[in-house]
């Protein structure tokens, strides 16, 4: 059952929605401040997402800017390098092109001296065929046949080579080199030095030789033993035997001029020596190799040829000599 209003109900009802009435604006308001501020914060939000974009927007070009630099440089070096293997490739190519050039010359240039040495053996073979095998010749006839199968286009030496047996005479003096005179010379200029210290020292720094014969006196061959490794091998080594250590160089060079060579015996035990030349009559060539072969008893020649620069040997009759 409802209770009845009181007289004072109504005025406290007006109170109360005087009251509400002046709290809900309030209310109001504090949600109008929230709502604001809510939206402030989103407005900040943006803004800073706005930023954050703006420098975004900033860093992602320096960025794709590196990258690209970096390309740019990649690139630079790859093409660096593609020009340094390409170049390193050309270098290779020259190189074997040049080696290529030398060997063709190299080959053009056997095949030119071997069929130089082709046309010269056709001379050379026509030349033998003319020297009866198993024949021994005279020495006159064999001067005279010489010069008819000489086929150098100069004036050609004549020599005489003798081989030696090794059977010695009992109580022989004979030595494996000496000197002997030849009465018209071999026909070839011999360049002669008298050595002294100042020559000596020259041999030893420049190991050069331009001459024939080299003298010395007997007090300098001391000094001469500094140099003996390079005129040795050479065969020009002064000495007594030779008669090219003497106390008078003079004369032995008026000698030497006149006709007096060295002669010695190889390893093979074979003494070569010029007699004179192609152009040379054969009397005076004649006179020579007699001179030559006298330098042994008849009993220690083997054999003994005579021949020219350029030409098949003949052999001699020494049952005849």
Not at 15 to 25: D, F, L, S, T
Not at 243 to 252: A, I, L
Not at 253 to 272: C, F, L, N, P, Q
Request: hydrophobic share 35%; charged share 35%; aromatic share 2%.
């Amino acid at each position: 059952m409802a209770r009845p209003k009181t007289i004072n109900e109504p005025v406290e009802e007006e109170k109360r929605a005087q009251a509400e009435a002046e709290i809900m604006p309030h209310h109001s308001t504090e949600a109008s401040a929230d709502e604001a501020a809510g939206n402030v914060d989103e407005q900040a939000e943006i803004e800073t997402s706005v930023e954050e974009g703006a420098d975004l927007d900033q860093t992602i070009p320096a960025e794709v800017s590196a990258i690209h630099v970096g390309n740019e440089s990649a690139t630079s070096l790859d093409k660096e390098g593609s020009e340094h293997e390409k170049t390193k490739l050309e270098r290779k190519k020259e190189a074997k092109a040049e080696r290529l050039a030398a060997k063709s010359e190299k080959i053009a240039a056997s095949k030119e001296e071997h069929e130089a040495k082709s046309r010269h053996s056709k001379k050379f073979l026509v030349a033998k065929a003319k020297v009866e095998p198993g024949k021994l010749y005279q020495m006159a006839e064999a001067l005279t046949l010489i010069k008819e199968l000489s086929v150098s286009k100069f004036d050609g030496s004549v020599e005489i080579h003798l081989r030696l047996n090794k059977k010695k005479a009992k109580g022989s003096t004979e030595s494996s080199r000496g000197v002997v005179h030849m009465p018209h010379g071999t026909g070839k200029d011999k360049k002669v030095v008298v050595l002294d210290e100042k020559t000596i020292d020259q041999i030893a720094k420049t190991k050069k030789l331009d001459f024939d014969i080299c003298i010395a006196s007997p007090e300098l061959m001391p000094q001469v033993a500094k140099i003996a490794k390079i005129l040795g091998p050479k065969g020009k080594m002064p000495d007594p035997k030779s008669g090219t250590v003497t106390n008078d160089p003079k004369k032995v060079m008026e000698e030497i001029k006149s006709g007096k060579t060295e002669y010695r015996v190889d390893a093979s035990g074979i003494v070569h020596q010029i007699i004179g030349k192609v152009s040379w009559e054969d009397t005076k060539l004649a006179e020579n190799a007699k001179v030559v072969m006298a330098i042994y008893p008849k009993s220690r020649l083997n054999s003994v040829f005579i021949t020219a620069s350029i030409a098949p040997s003949i052999p001699l009759d020494l049952s005849k000599l």
